[in-house]
């Protein structure tokens, strides 16, 4: 992904900011949820596996609200 960015400095130039068009700052953290999204299940899976969560069926979901 090719950032178009600017920064914006304080009075000795120093970077203080980051100015992005809105696309490629949508893009940008919609990028980020998926990743914390990944994190998540793969904390999820690791804790089915050690048996500290419980699965429930598809089936049984199903049956439960009628579908």
Do not use: F
Request: charge should be negative; hydrophobic fraction near 35%.
């Amino acid at each position: 992904m090719k950032m178009h960015h600017q920064y914006i400095t304080d009075e000795t130039g120093n970077r203080v900011s980051v100015v992005l068009p809105l696309d490629e700052y949508r893009e940008l953290m919609e990028r980020l949820e998926d990743l914390e999204d990944a994190v998540e299940a793969k904390t999820v899976l690791k804790r089915i596996e050690q048996g500290e969560e419980e699965t429930v069926s598809w089936e049984s979901i199903k049956a439960e609200h009628g579908l």
